[in-house]
């Protein structure tokens, strides 16, 4: 049986213009990325999940991408800048199928069509949720549409060996959620999903500054200071690198410089961090003692905030299980995914258990 449903594409001649193609898509809360196979290697896109909408209309949308992305905190009163997913997970059908329109436009050609594509989407997500994931697809003009587990997909586009019956693990920290997923045998054997991410950490920093200093500044500007200064608190004396930051001032209203350093950002991070930490003592606890092994020597943590320096010192500190930071965090799921668009069997089971041999 075809994963993908039972429609058929139609047979391609010489004359026919339109292509059908695959595409990964990494729908995250911060930002798309799409991934396209071209031979052995990937054509990556990314854009910021925003979209700028009708304050008396959110469902006519006017920009999407890095332009509206440009607007937030700065629109009009008639416009507004939104993100169609919070933690992961889609608030706005129509604001979300904008965003993925847009993601296909980009990652296809001219007079081509997107045959198949892949949707990553947090591990918990209900059926609801996945089925409005599809149901995205579909309106935005996709032929057959799958939904894996982003957790899944990192594993695979890192190329660890989930076809093993020994174990791995994947910690992935998004934006809006972090997935903790065991794989055994090509499946997911037990996912925890902790409903926090880099998002929550750049509105810690806002928050921490403000006390600190009496100063506003943007979430933007703290977000660009976690990825320039940011570290997690762990055994390992790390360097306190510093940054320079314009904001307002809550007495004056005027501007005012403020230094973040990465002290700082350390102390916005712990209370998520330690949420982390709890979700991996958990899942821990589930797990079997005959894929412990496996888990032990095959573990990777992907997405933004897995750059934070420490990060692996800390899961260490913590949980006694060494973990490698992705070398390409933000890309990975979209790989993934893009790998299971091009080859839709790798997930049946009978494929599965034909790679362990």
């Given at each position: 049986m075809n994963?993908?449903?039972?429609?058929?594409?139609?047979?391609?001649?010489?004359?026919?213009?339109?292509?059908?193609?695959?595409?990964?898509?990494?729908?995250?809360?911060?930002?798309?990325?799409?991934?396209?196979?071209?031979?052995?290697?990937?054509?990556?896109?990314?854009?910021?999940?925003?979209?700028?909408?009708?304050?008396?209309?959110?469902?006519?949308?006017?920009?999407?991408?890095?332009?509206?992305?440009k607007m937030?905190?700065?629109t009009?009163e008639?416009?507004l800048?939104?993100?169609?997913?919070?933690?992961?997970?889609?608030?706005?059908v129509?604001?979300?199928?904008?965003l993925?329109?847009?993601a296909?436009q980009?990652?296809?050609?001219?007079?081509?069509?997107?045959?198949?594509?892949?949707?990553g989407i947090p591990g918990?997500?209900?059926?609801?949720?996945?089925?409005?994931?599809?149901e995205?697809g579909?309106?935005?003009?996709?032929?057959?549409?799958?939904v894996?587990?982003e957790?899944?997909?990192?594993?695979?586009?890192?190329?660890?060996?989930?076809?093993?019956?020994n174990?791995?693990?994947v910690?992935?920290?998004?934006?809006?959620?972090?997935?903790?997923?065991?794989?055994?045998?090509?499946?997911?054997?037990?996912?925890?999903?902790?409903r926090?991410?880099?998002?929550?950490?750049?509105?810690?920093?806002?928050e921490?500054?403000?006390?600190?200093?009496?100063?506003?500044?943007?979430?933007?500007?703290?977000?660009?200071?976690?990825?320039e200064?940011g570290?997690?608190?762990?055994?390992e004396q790390?360097?306190n690198l510093?940054?320079e930051?314009?904001?307002?001032?809550?007495?004056?209203?005027?501007?005012?410089?403020?230094v973040?350093?990465?002290?700082?950002?350390?102390?916005?991070v712990?209370?998520?961090?330690?949420q982390i930490?709890?979700?991996?003592?958990?899942i821990?606890?589930?797990?079997?003692?005959?894929?412990m092994?496996?888990?032990?020597?095959?573990?990777?943590a992907?997405?933004?905030?897995?750059?934070?320096?420490g990060i692996?010192?800390?899961i260490?500190?913590e949980?006694?299980?060494?973990?490698?930071?992705?070398?390409?965090?933000?890309?990975?799921?979209?790989?993934g995914?893009?790998i299971v668009?091009?080859?839709?069997?790798?997930?049946?089971?009978e494929?599965?258990?034909?790679a362990?041999?």
């Open positions: 994963i993908f449903g039972n429609e058929e594409e139609e047979p391609q001649t010489e004359n026919t213009k339109v292509i059908s193609n695959s595409l990964g898509i990494d729908l995250g809360t911060l930002n798309t990325v799409i991934a396209k196979p071209s031979g052995d290697k990937f054509d990556l896109y990314q854009i910021p999940s925003v979209v700028a909408v009708k304050k008396d209309d959110p469902s006519e949308v006017l920009a999407v991408g890095e332009e509206a992305k937030l905190g700065r009009p008639d416009i800048a939104v993100r169609p997913l919070k933690k992961g997970v889609i608030e706005n129509v604001q979300a199928q904008a993925l329109i847009k296909m980009i990652g296809i050609n001219e007079g081509e069509t997107v045959g198949r594509i892949v949707i918990d997500a209900s059926e609801v949720e996945k089925n409005a994931a599809e995205i579909r309106k935005a003009g996709a032929q057959n549409i799958l894996i587990s957790g899944l997909a990192a594993a695979i586009g890192a190329g660890l060996p989930i076809a093993e019956p174990g791995t693990m910690v992935d920290i998004g934006a809006g959620s972090t997935d903790i997923v065991i794989i055994s045998l090509g499946g997911i054997n037990d996912i925890e999903t902790v926090c991410g880099g998002d929550d950490i750049d509105t810690k920093i806002v921490l500054v403000a006390e600190k200093y009496d100063v506003a500044i943007g979430i933007h500007d703290a977000e660009a200071a976690k990825i200064v570290m997690v608190h762990c055994s790390l360097e510093s940054v930051v314009i904001g307002k001032s809550l007495e004056t209203n005027r501007p005012k410089k403020v973040i350093d990465s002290m700082l950002v350390a102390d916005a712990e209370p998520y961090m330690q930490v709890d979700g991996l003592n958990v821990l606890e589930r797990l079997s003692p005959e894929l092994m496996g888990v032990y020597n095959n573990a990777v992907v997405g933004g905030s897995s750059r934070l320096r692996k010192n800390r260490f500190d949980i006694g299980i060494p973990i490698e930071i992705s070398e390409d965090p933000m890309t990975v799921v979209a790989k995914t893009a668009a091009a080859e839709p069997l790798a997930l049946e089971p494929v599965r258990l034909r362990m041999k």
